[in-house]
């Protein structure tokens, strides 16, 4: 054998010798995993202790060697280990963490922030080194002295937005909300992009009251002191369109409009946004400066449109309703119609148009002409022409001819297949289904919509199935639903008279039926419409005493508030049933509405009086 030979036969050697002193690390280590799950603590410590002394082995062991020698108390062996480590890897920011941290395990906190804070100061020149160390920090629950990295890094890099993001999820654990706050603004400063997701953290975040008032006062001293911050402005209308202050909202927008010479579309979508969440007066104010700033451009005609569609609003829900108004509304949308000609919006004023003259006016042959009108004019959107075929539909119902309706209802169904409309459609054809009794077909229909992709339609579903079923469920007859769904729509067709005859008759014939709270709050509604708001309180309050736990009962108390504010202007008693429902009902889906209408009420917001006459300030 020649020495070439001899070598490489000693070197295979050697190597093997190597790979199996590897394969028994390799299974020592595995060993020992398995003796800490099996809670065998001692014998995993002693195998980990021997493999420790392996440099190579340290990757692969260090966290479970630590695990164990703290759950084992033997807290001077670990600052042996970490300390020789330190020694050996200065480089490595880990170890002299965990040493740290390994005191503070030990009970010395006073040494463990002494030790772990001059490692941070140490390393505070290199601003990724010290990122990484912090975020360990975090992860190891140590989030205030994550946070003292963070803190130093900004100050010697002098950078006030750095970390922003970081900082402010450590304060969010600490629940310093102010901080907070504070850093998620610093993050939406660094770039104008962040801001929508600052939005939506802050959106979960702040659930009470009181935060939304704290960062509004934030943003006004922000405003006040870099006015030249657009950011600031943009988040301050967030904050009072969450409060649903709309008149806030708009002033802040508006000012920002100005600064930005801008063309209103900020304003008309708070505007939009006051007219959806049922706030007329403010919208009117809104639509209304709109028109008179600007009197060219897009918004101008859109806020013409939205104006009238806010005092029809209002003057619908003003109860009796008036039917001279309703006459001035027909009026200005026709004059609105002859100002801007005829095109997709002034569509839809004139579907508005039949829809007043068909419900209010008893002028049904002119609302069916103008619907036809729009269902014929050449280009229509497919939108608009099934929303005059369903409108045209509630019309043929309201005159009486429900097998009309069933057509135009069926063919929007099949025109706007799995589409909104479409479902609205279906939901139509439920309704006449429910209306003549037809309880099984109605059932049909409803199941398919329960799991429409609208949650409006979806929930309006739900809640007549529930209706049908828990009020035929113990009447093998149906004859108590039967008598109420044909009330139902003696109401849809304006028999408000006939309607309560035929109420007092069902409370006659069938007392203690189910339908009870159902008739009451029905009785309640037709009292509001009529005008007799004292008739609507007396029913509304039995709903509230007699049935307490029913589904109608916070329906009930928050409709008794309404009709005191906006109807009797009995603010004190309004305030007090806000108030008190806050208490009883906490989990409401009114609970938002009642606690802004008690704010406002109590004066927290600005009051427009002049919305209705249209003064612009």
């Known amino acids: 054998m020649d020495n070439l030979q001899k070598g490489l036969l000693v070197l295979l050697i050697c190597l093997s010798g190597i790979l199996a002193t590897q394969a028994q690390d390799v299974q020592k280590i595995e060993l020992a995993n398995a003796y800490y799950k099996q809670g065998e603590i001692e014998k995993a410590r002693v195998l980990l202790e021997d493999l420790s002394k392996k440099p190579k082995n340290i990757p692969q062991i260090h966290s479970r060697y630590l695990q164990v020698l703290a759950q084992s108390g033997a807290f001077d062996e670990g600052e042996k280990y970490l300390t020789r480590l330190v020694k050996q890897y200065p480089e490595i920011i880990q170890y002299q963490l965990d040493l740290g941290i390994l005191y503070r395990k030990a009970g010395n906190d006073a040494l463990a922030i002494q030790y772990i804070k001059q490692t941070l100061r140490r390393i505070r020149h290199h601003k990724y080194q010290i990122l990484s160390a912090s975020q360990y920090l ?21 950078e006030p937005l750095m970390y922003a993001l970081e900082m402010a999820e450590i304060y969010r654990r600490l629940n310093r909300k102010e901080e907070m706050v504070l850093e998620y603004l610093n993050f939406a400063s660094s770039n104008p992009s962040n801001i929508n997701y600052v939005k939506n953290v802050l959106q979960n975040l702040l659930t009470e009251e009181e935060d939304l008032v704290n960062l509004e006062d934030l943003l006004y001293q922000k405003i006040q002191k870099h006015p030249n911050v657009n950011l600031y402005s943009t988040l301050l209308i967030w904050v009072n369109l969450q409060q649903k202050n709309f008149y806030g909202a708009f002033v802040q927008a508006r000012a920002l409009d100005k600064k930005e010479k801008g063309a209103g579309q900020r304003v008309l979508e708070i505007g939009k946004i006051a007219l959806e969440n049922k706030d007329y007066k403010n919208a009117i104010y809104i639509f209304k400066f709109l028109i008179k700033q600007y009197h060219q451009g897009i918004n101008y005609e859109l806020a013409k449109r939205y104006l009238i569609n806010s005092r029809e609003e209002l003057v619908k829900s003003t109860f009796p309703v008036d039917i001279a108004e309703i006459g001035h509304l027909i009026e200005d949308y026709q004059g609105m119609i002859e100002e801007i000609g005829i095109n997709q919006r002034t569509l839809e004023a004139l579907r508005s148009q039949a829809l007043l003259y068909a419900f209010y006016m008893n002028r049904k042959d002119s609302a069916i002409n103008i619907l036809a009108r729009i269902i014929k004019t050449p280009g229509v959107g497919i939108t608009l022409k099934s929303q005059a075929k369903l409108d045209l539909g509630d019309i043929y119902l309201l005159n009486g001819e429900p097998w009309e309706s069933t057509l135009l209802y069926s063919q929007v169904e099949k025109l706007q297949k799995d589409q909104s409309l479409g479902y609205e459609a279906k939901l139509r054809n439920a309704k006449l289904s429910y209306y003549k009794g037809d309880f099984e077909l109605a059932q049909g229909h409803l199941n398919v919509l329960k799991l429409a992709t609208s949650r409006e339609i979806a929930n309006n579903a739900m809640a007549l199935s529930l209706l049908i079923q828990d009020n035929t469920i113990l009447d093998s007859t149906d004859q108590a639903m039967q008598a109420y769904a044909q009330v139902e729509l003696d109401l ?12 007092d008759i069902l409370i006659e014939l069938y007392p203690g039926h189910s339908l009870t709270d159902e008739i009451l709050w029905l009785k309640a509604n037709i009292f509001l419409e009529l005008g007799s708001f004292l008739e609507a309180i007396d029913h509304l309050s039995r709903i509230v005493q007699g049935f307490e736990y029913d589904i109608l009962s916070d329906d009930a108390y928050f409709l008794m508030g309404s009709i005191y ?31 802004k209408r008690y704010r406002a009420l109590r004066g927290d917001f600005k009051v427009v009086p002049n919305a209705i006459d249209g003064t612009v300030n």
């Open 492 to 503: 849809f067709q304006n028999k408000y008279e006939l309607a309560l005859k035929q109420l």
């Open 138 to 158: 975090y992860n190891k629950y140590e989030v205030e002295l994550a946070l003292y990295g963070y803190q130093i890094s900004r100050e010697q890099e002098r």
């Open 565 to 595: 504010e906006d109807h009797l202007e009995d603010n004190n008693q309004a305030m007090r049933i806000y108030q008190d429902f806050l208490i009883r009902f906490p989990g409401s889906i009114y609970s938002a509405e009642a606690r």
